[in-house]
């Protein structure tokens, strides 16, 4: 497998867990620096390796009045803020080509996100930059297919690649989580990320619904997704779930951070060095 360097945080292969986390869109800018000093106190005291994410804009909403983040310009200029003053790399999701070259010069992290995943020029223009590349599983591909992106990216002399999986919808406004899809994109040759935040969103509801979303089941998935032997986990979270302004319904609350991290940790401390010996004897 690959391993991929983010700064100078390897991801992939016996590595340890990685933590990527923040709230799902930037709100002002003192909530974003808080959150990530927070998350970063936290992450340091249990060992993980620690991106922050939040989205500068979020582009895939289900009306055009909901809230999108700040936009490109002021959104960059606070995640930036964010490498300078807290010290971890940052990611953050693209919807447009435009953006690339801005993004290049902040992001540690290129997300492509879900519904965009087979947009080749997006895909291109991202792998051009040569900055990693986070892929999410578009909910409507088989998780093979995700040898399709990797080859547009590598076809650009990009290595430096992480797919995630948020689940696959199969109608109704449900996503299942399928553990073996975490194996099928590993064996694929490069990181696997879970973002099980986002496969407990219940679609056609609004996500400042309290039924937008099963909470719920944030724990037991992620649990399950580090025994599958995930190389990092993907998790918004806000320190105010409640009045968050995107997707309040689904984030985890940043008060319950410490004991979802303490859990995948164990986990992942009995599952990683005997990845390799999964299919031994079968």
């Known amino acids: 497998m690959q391993t991929v360097k983010i700064?100078?945080?390897?991801?992939?292969?016996?590595?340890?867990?990685?933590?990527?986390?923040?709230?799902?869109?930037?709100?002002?800018e003192d909530l974003v620096l808080s959150t990530a000093e927070k998350i970063k106190k936290l992450s340091g005291k249990l060992g993980f390796p620690f991106i922050f994410k939040s989205s500068?804009?979020?582009?895939?909403?289900?009306?055009a009045n909901s809230y999108q983040g700040p936009g490109l310009e002021n959104g960059l200029?606070?995640?930036q803020k964010v490498k300078d003053k807290v010290g971890v790399p940052v990611l953050s999701d693209i919807h447009d080509q435009h953006d690339v070259s801005a993004c290049a010069?902040?992001?540690d992290v290129i997300q492509i996100p879900a519904y965009l995943s087979m947009q080749t020029g997006l895909a291109l223009a991202v792998?051009?930059?040569?900055?990693?590349?986070?892929?999410?599983?578009?909910?409507?591909l088989h998780p093979s297919d995700m040898q399709h992106i990797i080859k547009k990216i590598t076809g650009e002399g990009n290595q430096n690649i992480l797919l995630t999986?948020?689940?696959?919808?199969?109608?109704?406004?449900?996503?299942v989580l399928d553990m073996r899809n975490l194996k099928v994109m590993r064996d694929l040759g490069y990181p696997v990320v879970l973002d099980p935040t986002h496969a407990i969103r219940k679609y056609g509801v609004s996500s400042s619904d309290k039924r937008g979303g099963a909470k719920e089941y944030i724990f037991s998935l992620s649990r399950a997704g580090t025994a599958a032997g995930i190389d990092a986990i993907f998790i918004e979270t806000h320190p105010d779930c409640d009045n968050a302004l995107c997707d309040a319904a689904s984030m985890l609350p940043l008060q319950r951070l410490e004991d979802l991290l303490k859990q995948v940790k164990a986990i992942d401390e009995i599952v990683k060095p005997h990845l390799a010996d999964d299919e031994v004897g079968l």
């Open 127 to 140: 792998a051009r930059t040569g900055v990693p590349v986070n892929v999410k599983k578009g909910q409507f």
């Open 7 to 28: 700064g100078d945080i390897p991801v992939g292969n016996e590595n340890p867990l990685v933590l990527i986390a923040g709230p799902c869109v930037i709100e002002a």
């Open 77 to 79: 200029k606070i995640l």
């Open 56 to 63: 500068y804009l979020k582009d895939n909403r289900s009306s």
């Open 105 to 107: 010069e902040v992001l």
């Open 165 to 175: 999986d948020r689940g696959t919808f199969f109608g109704y406004h449900n996503l």
